[in-house]
């Protein structure tokens, strides 16, 4: 009968609806005066791996600065507010960075899919410490230019950008994620038993005579 019960407790979530979450993304940023520029860098859409939230550059606006996985204080506050979005939310996710198909080479040899890699992670730690549970992560990863938003313009801004995808159960099931069951609530402590009152401590008149608690 447990068994039973935890495999009813981390049933299938249902798929995320992509129209309610890009009507809360963008109230959230309507919302907070600090973003209220930011409109044009959020796009939410449907895949056929479920909703996809993306924060992407546009001219003039970038979220990180160039080669580097330190994001700027708008973009941590812009990922804070999706977060505060997505953590009620039971679906999987996953985070993938994006780069454009400028050329680009660091110290080392880093190279872009370092740099996506190292800006997916970012964008974790900041949506981790504003409340997203990490074991709904399914995967982190970095795309390095393979993946761009405009195809056909490598070099468009909006190619840089941070993906946050909520998946669908099945998908996330065929990337290797599975789902806790949910730890059942522990049982309430009994209340505590008030004991007899003893001859030691009962006055002549049969009433409990106060007691010291001492200095």
Same mark, same amino acid.
Request: proline share 8%.
């Given at each position: *009968? ?19 979450? =890009? ?6 940023? *309507? ?29 003039? #606006? ?24 997505? =953590? ?16 680009? #080479? ?12 190292d800006r997916a992670n970012a964008? /974790? ?10 074991? #709904?992560? =399914? ?22 950008r941070i993906s946050i995808v ?20 522990? =049982? ?5 038993? *008030?004991? *007899? ?7 002549? /008149? ?10």
């Open positions: *009968e447990g068994a039973a019960e935890g495999e009813a407790q981390a049933e299938a979530a249902p798929d995320p609806n992509v129209k309610q979450i =890009a009507k809360e993304v963008m109230e959230a940023i *309507e919302d907070n005066p600090d973003l209220a520029e930011m409109k044009e860098n959020i796009r939410v859409d449907e895949t056929p791996e479920g909703v996809r939230i993306q924060i992407v550059d546009t001219d003039g #606006r970038s979220m990180f600065p160039s080669g580097s996985a330190k994001m700027y204080e708008w973009t941590q506050t812009l990922l804070k507010e999706v977060a505060n979005v997505i =953590a009620p939310l039971p679906n999987a996710v996953s985070i993938r960075g994006h780069t454009d198909g400028a050329p680009f #080479r660091g110290l080392g040899g880093y190279n872009h899919w370092d740099l996506s890699t964008s /974790r730690q900041v949506l981790a410490n504003s409340g997203l549970d990490q074991a #709904r992560l =399914a995967n982190v990863t970095g795309k390095a230019d393979r993946d761009h938003f405009v195809a056909d313009q490598p070099l468009n801004p909006q190619n840089r909520l998946l669908k159960d099945s998908v996330a099931t065929a990337q290797g994620w599975k789902r806790e069951a949910a730890k059942p609530e522990p =049982a309430a402590a009994p209340a505590p038993v *008030e004991p *007899e009152p003893t001859r030691s401590n009962v006055d002549g /008149r049969g009433a409990q005579a106060p007691v010291s608690s001492g200095n």
